[in-house]
């Protein structure tokens, strides 16, 4: 035990000693914390604090069109900009001016009630004619109109999806309400006579989880805190597997094995230090969500409660990202080495581990890949407690993996320098 308290003391020292090291471990995670979640606080906001414009050129100057445009208004996603001329939108599209262009086809209001008459029309005949008679009444062909979508060639796939989802669906409700009009109309010369019900019948109610009868509505705090306190702690593998290649490069090792220390209790020093950094780190970030994110107008981080078991899933995760970094740094033979591997490394596990884009939206083979990330351990604990409630028996799995990608990491690194020494 003295000789472990003695090597927690020595990396307590040469870590002290090091005030950039010191930097980099906890302001960079924070101003990154900050940064990220105030970029992506606008996604979890309400839309009408953040409206995209939208240019729209109106060729129809119809029902349809006035519509659309109200349908756009009240969707309060969009502040409509109207432009008189289709090329004019383009070019301000496509040089990324304006994200996004919808140009409505002339004669669409007029043409769609002829069209939508014409059938009508025939449905009804059907019950006074027989069909050679029907088929020899003359017909009005029309052609398909289209709505333009300009989008700028920058814009995201899901943002476009999102777009064409909604202005289909007005268009669907506009050809629906139009189909009654149409029966109205062709039934009976009073249409207040007869009134169709146009509301959906079908609605969407989304369920969310309570919390003492409170809804728990998820918002960008509650998603980054925990991600970007993962990739802080794993963050760490550099500075750590830098500490132990240059410890061998100085021939500090040389001289602890002149004397009864094994490597087991070297690395726990190392452990017991970093492992308190990592937390630290933890803590610092709960601060952040908790006092300076509303002080800045962002939503604040709610912990009340879950705390005991926030800093168990911390000391699990910074644990297996010890081990990581500990197995770098016996392996690595140069600092070149163990620096810009660690930093790729710890950016590839966020990549799989759902920090930077979420599990379920990657391919399959990702998604299968991901799950012997411990970033994904240490993302879906994480998760777990802050967005599901979940108890400590539902963490058990995940704080499981980490525990033990912990032990082999580190049995790994003592195997390896047993043999290399041995040699």
Known sequence: ??????????????LTRDIGGIAILFIMPLVLIVTITIIQDSTFKSVS???????????????????????????NIFEVIKIAIEEDAKNLVFKGKNQLAIVIPENLSSDLEKKINQNVEGILDRFGLDEEEIEN??????????????????????FKNSVKNEVDKMISKIETQSIYNAFQKQITDDPSEIVFETENFIRFKEILPKNKDENIIPNSVQHNVPAWTLFAIFFIIVPLSINIVKEKSQGTFVR?????????????????????????????????GIYLFPAIGLPTLNVSGKFPLLFLVAIFAGLAAIGLGLLLGTIAKTQEQSAPFGATFVVILAALGGVWVPVFIMPEFMQALSKISPMNWGLNAFYDVFLRNSSLLEIVPEITLLFLFFIITTLIAIVYNEKKNAV
């Open 1 to 14: 035990m003295r000789k472990l308290l003695a090597s927690t003391y020595k990396e307590f020292l040469l």
């Open 256 to 288: 602890l094995r002149t004397n009864p220390v094994s490597y087991l209790t070297v690395l726990g020093g190392k452990t017991v230090i970093y492992l308190i950094v990592c937390l630290i780190q933890f803590v610092l970030m709960l601060l952040i």
């Open 49 to 75: 604090e953040s409206k995209i414009p939208i240019l729209l050129v109106d060729n129809d100057r119809g029902s349809v069109s006035e519509t659309i445009v109200k349908g756009l208004k009240e969707s």
């Open 137 to 158: 009444q003359p017909k009005e062909i029309f052609t398909a109109k289209e709505v333009k979508l300009y989008f700028d060639p920058a814009t995201q796939f899901s």
